[in-house]
């Protein structure tokens, strides 16, 4: 564990991260004080930024200044569904897609309570339709941490099922799996997690689905085909709730024939990639620069 890390777990302790998320119901209001929905220039200096509407999303497009590139990162940030796009995922966007030399857009979708799953993931759909009026769609990489995670793998499913044109691959980072958090290994891993609850977290997902069952694969994309899915670069977090589903989900990908690679950090919290001053997220995010200039 980095000195980094160290710092970063003491931050977390203080901030009381792990009390916000026990709370039934999670207090979003409270949350939303992190949002950044539009960056200044001192967040992402030496980035061109020009924002869109489609629909009820704001797309942030982020390009390092001086480069003509044809790379697309898709980014759904994650927040539970219920806020974000934070400082965090800004800085880990924009670190992205300088060192790919890349364009990023920030997907800010609509969130829970007001919105709900089905309208959530309309507008995600209608944003990768947008991205590929403009992106060859094998230059155009899926990303996403946490909630964002979810939405870029249930998307996928959506997109083979409706025979649309597929992204080149995909990288979700500490993805939620399974809405339901049924798996029995969640409990042994709350004690040692963090950041993450499941009270806070099962909270804002029925905040979000009103009569939809958690189960259902537009939430939860294990219960959904992952047959002719794209490469998965799929980043992990030893102490994460979400992992064990993340196992579940990797043993199925493989038995369907996905390609599949998982970066598990040992001893590190769920989003650990995006996470500050650390080394193990900056290796984190070399890693997901080299996926990219391998395309």
């Known amino acids: 564990m980095s000195f980094g890390y160290s710092l970063v777990k003491l931050v977390l302790k203080l901030k009381g991260e792990k009390h916000s998320w026990s709370k039934d119901p999670i207090d979003y209001k409270k949350k939303r004080k992190q949002n950044i929905l539009r960056p ?22 982020i390009t390092p ?10 980014y759904c940030h994650g927040g539970a569904f219920v806020y974000g796009p934070t400082r965090e995922n800004w800085i880990a966007l924009s670190k992205i897609a300088k060192g790919a030399k890349a364009t990023a857009w920030m997907i800010d979708y609509p969130k829970a309570p007001e919105y709900k799953i089905k309208e959530v993931t309309e507008n995600v759909f209608n944003a ?4 590929i009026k403009e992106f060859d769609p094998n ?23 409706e025979n649309i044109d597929l992204p080149n691959r995909l990288i979700p980072i500490s993805p939620l799996i399974d809405a339901s958090l049924t798996n029995p290994k969640i409990k042994e891993i709350d004690v040692l997690d963090p950041i993450l609850s499941y009270n806070g977290v099962i909270s804002a997902k029925r905040m979000l689905l009103e009569d939809i069952p958690l189960t259902d694969s537009i ?22 709730i979400f992992t064990p589903d993340q196992e579940l989900f990797t043993n199925k990908a493989k038995k369907e024939g996905v390609e599949i690679e998982v970066i598990v950090g040992q001893n590190m919290p769920h989003v650990w990639p995006i996470l500050p ?19």
């Open 40 to 61: 200044g220039k001192w967040l992402l200096s030496g980035s061109i930024l020009y924002t869109k509407k489609v629909g009820e999303t704001s797309i942030t497009s």
């Open 65 to 74: 200044k001086n480069e003509n590139t044809d790379i697309l990162f898709f």
């Open 128 to 131: 990768y339709l947008e991205a």
């Open 139 to 161: 230059k155009i990489i899926l990303i996403g941490d946490s909630a964002g995670g979810n939405l870029i793998l249930t998307l996928t499913q959506r997109l083979i099922k």
């Open 219 to 240: 939430i939860s994309p294990i219960n959904g085909s992952l047959r002719n899915f794209p490469p998965i670069h799929m980043f992990s977090a030893e102490l994460d």
């Open 277 to 295: 001053i650390m080394s193990e997220a900056k290796a984190a995010i070399d890693k997901i620069i080299s996926i990219a200039n391998a395309i």
